[in-house]
């Protein structure tokens, strides 16, 4: 079956970074799209950050555009989301997804991600 074991969390102070890591299993990787989610308390699940198969397409909230670098490593089955820059309102529990994408066609945001970590707490204070 498939597990995604998210890990990396922690806390910081604004201004600071840190560094997400996700460790996949039970799937064929290559094919996967991953992506991050983060939910702040009250506050509904949102996309982060995500990325195509072979990493040849990635997409950022605007947000997080030039703070925040995914990547992957289809060798070890592990996705990554280093955070720099880090502020206040960056807050949440981050949950790494994952969707089968043989063919990376449309926005990676909008698809159906279908498995997800256990999620990793994320707390940046001012």
């Known amino acids: 079956q498939v597990q995604l074991v998210d890990s990396g969390g922690g806390v910081v102070q604004a201004g600071g970074s840190l560094g997400l890591s996700c460790a996949a299993s039970?799937?064929?990787?290559?094919?996967?799209?991953m992506a991050w989610f983060r939910q702040a308390p009250g506050k509904e699940r949102e996309f982060v950050a995500a990325?195509?198969?072979?990493?040849?397409?990635?997409d950022y909230t605007e947000s997080v555009k030039g703070r925040f670098t995914i990547s992957r490593d289809n060798a070890k089955n592990m996705v990554y989301l280093q955070m720099n820059s880090l502020k206040p309102e960056d807050t949440a529990v981050y949950y790494c997804?994952?969707?089968?994408?043989?063919?990376?066609?449309?926005?990676?945001?909008?698809?159906?991600?279908?498995?997800w970590g256990q999620g990793t707490q994320v707390t940046v204070s001012s």
């Open positions: 997804a994952a969707v089968f994408l043989p063919l990376t066609l449309g926005d990676l945001r909008s698809k159906q991600y279908n498995h």
């Open positions: 039970g799937l064929d990787f290559t094919n996967y799209a």
């Open positions: 990325i195509s198969r072979t990493g040849s397409r990635i």
